[in-house]
T-cell receptor, first 114, second 121 residues
Framework: DGGITQSPKYLFRKEGQNVTLSCEQNLNHDAMYWYRQDPGQGLRLIYYSQIVNDFQKGDIAEGYSVSREKKESFPLTVTSAQKNPTAFYLC?????????????FGDGTRLSIL | AQKITQTQPGMFVQEKEAVTLDCTYDTSDPSYGLFWYKQPSSGEMIFLIYQGSYDQQNATEGRYSLNFQKARKSANLVISASQLGDSAMYFCAMREASRRDSGGGADGLTFGKGTHLIIQP
């Protein structure tokens, strides 16, 4: 079945450590997104990519980095510069054509500080 | 100012009743889209329904309909004949066409803080 796979489901980070969250999609979507969700809050956009080898900062990009070397993959690295990384991270993708196309989401990764 | 406002942090509704979840939005862009998502306790975001700013009719998808009042900038989600499985967080979100050209967050969705809906038997 087509969909978005995020791994791992749970991740723990030590102080000063970089960690990478995986996001893979087989929907043949051009655009991919990373969001952060804090408890009791809506989602906030971290980074997005509309095409391979191109990505743009979202509203809260500081302390995060991404790459888009393949259409199917959009990994997110939470760097040690992100001082409050504990959150639920959601990856999404969307077919670029058509403004009414919804974003489809993965099941998320919960990141916690050890 | 909040771009998307959901004024109901939580709602309790009796099974089989209809429920309306409120959403108001703020944009000066004439071209925008409004989305509703459902987030069960497991965490995944499930797309429910879409309304475009130029759509003449209110969107409907099965038991979901959108009460779109453009002049009031509201896009309330209506769930008819609620079921126990409807218990979840519900988020209203907006995509603005101008955001695509503004940089720094363009093309993403802006989400409200959500409404926690609990259906009681």
């Amino acid at each position: 079945d087509g969909g978005i796979t995020q791994s791992p489901k749970y991740l723990f980070r030590k102080e000063g450590q970089n960690v990478t969250l995986s996001c893979e999609q087989n929907l043949n979507h051009d655009a991919m997104y990373w969001y952060r969700q804090d408890p009791g809050q809506g989602l906030r956009l971290i980074y997005y990519s509309q095409i391979v080898n191109d990505f743009q900062k979202g509203d809260i990009a500081e302390g995060y980095s991404v790459s888009r070397e393949k259409k199917e993959s959009f990994p997110l690295t939470v760097t040690s510069a992100q001082k409050n990384p504990t959150a639920f991270y959601l990856c999404a993708s969307r077919a670029r054509r058509g403004s009414n196309q919804p974003q489809h989401f993965g099941d998320g990764t919960r990141l916690s500080i050890l | 100012a909040q771009k998307i406002t959901q004024t109901q942090p939580g709602m309790f509704v009796q099974e089989k009743e209809a429920v309306t979840l409120d959403c108001t939005y703020d944009t000066s862009d004439p071209s925008y889209g409004l989305f509703w998502y459902k987030q069960p306790s497991s965490g995944e975001m499930i797309f429910l329904i879409y309304q475009g700013s130029y759509d003449q009719q209110n969107a409907t998808e099965g038991r979901y309909s959108l009460n779109f009042q453009k002049a009031r900038k509201s896009a309330n989600l209506v769930i008819s004949a609620s079921q126990l499985g409807d218990s979840a967080m519900y988020f209203c979100a907006m995509r603005e066409a101008s955001r695509r050209d503004s940089g720094g967050g363009a093309d993403g969705l802006t989400f409200g803080k959500g409404t926690h809906l609990i259906i009681q038997p």
